[in-house]
């Protein structure tokens, strides 16, 4: 079976997604959900770990952070998922395994591109039938964003607002809510693998220099009107580990 895609370089954006073992639904209650965004949190508090989005659904997460060095990324997801199974299996009296494989990492330009991952994040539960918009759902980083809660917040506003050129936090918050309202009006959300299964999204210079930084082999880059990715092929895939 293709390994997930686990490859890092410091100072890049990147889009982690994890599935439970067998995508049980495992998160599928909310003191559960909570409990990973408690070791999230840890991880933020123990390493610096900067996040500027994040989403716990019912048998997967996502997670968007920016990669400060110094292994942090490494050393915060082994925490997150390591301790979220732990306390589970214990809790239950289960055994096996809590995830499925490792964790993948997208590497997301920090231009319109990080705009586009940021709102399909937020909109993953509306995907999933689950609320009719992001603020309703509770374990994500668009309902933290505009909840009173500060003391154990998990997300990096100022980081927020440092890469998308925005000037204060009401603006963030004003901006967020136009991105999702205006791809709400659009239509129902669809799933767009590009988000979860690509290596790297953004601008043909951006993929390209990501593939030069990864020193991948044979990978496919693909176009549309409004974005490049680099992928491999499925049966291509191999163990990346952290740069």
């Not at 495992?26 to 949190?41: E, G, I």
């Not at 925490?79 to 199974?85: H, P």
């Not at 890469?163 to 204060?168: F, K, M, T």
Request: overall charge positive.
């Amino acid at each position: 079976m293709p390994r997930a895609n686990r490859c890092f370089l410091p100072g890049y954006v990147w889009h982690i997604t994890h599935r439970c073992h067998k995508k049980e639904f495992l998160l599928k209650f909310s003191k559960d959900r909570k409990r990973w965004c408690r070791w999230l949190f840890e991880a933020k508090k123990r390493y610096g770990l900067c996040i500027l989005n994040y989403v716990a659904t019912s048998n997967h997460i996502h997670l968007l952070v920016r990669d400060t060095g110094n292994q942090v990324l490494a050393r915060s997801m082994q925490l997150i998922a390591g301790r979220t199974a732990q306390e589970f299996n214990q809790r239950k009296g289960r055994k096996g395994a809590y995830w499925e494989d490792r964790y993948h990492a997208t590497a997301v330009a920090a231009d319109d591109h990080l705009v586009r991952c940021m709102t399909y994040i937020d909109l993953n539960m509306v995907r999933a039938g689950m609320v009719q918009h992001p603020s309703e759902w509770e374990e994500g980083g668009y309902a933290e964003l505009f909840s009173a809660r500060q003391r154990y917040g998990l997300i990096d506003r100022c980081a927020q607002m440092k890469l998308l050129d925005i000037a204060s936090e009401e603006q963030l918050k004003t901006e967020r809510k136009s991105w999702v309202d205006e791809a709400l009006r659009s239509g129902a959300p669809i799933r767009d693998e590009r988000w979860s299964g690509s290596i790297a999204v953004g601008g043909r210079g951006f993929v390209d220099e990501v593939k030069t930084a990864l020193d991948i082999e044979a990978p496919r880059i693909a176009e549309d009107e409004k974005t490049c990715f680099l992928r491999e092929d499925v049966a291509a895939y191999r163990p990346l580990f952290d740069v």
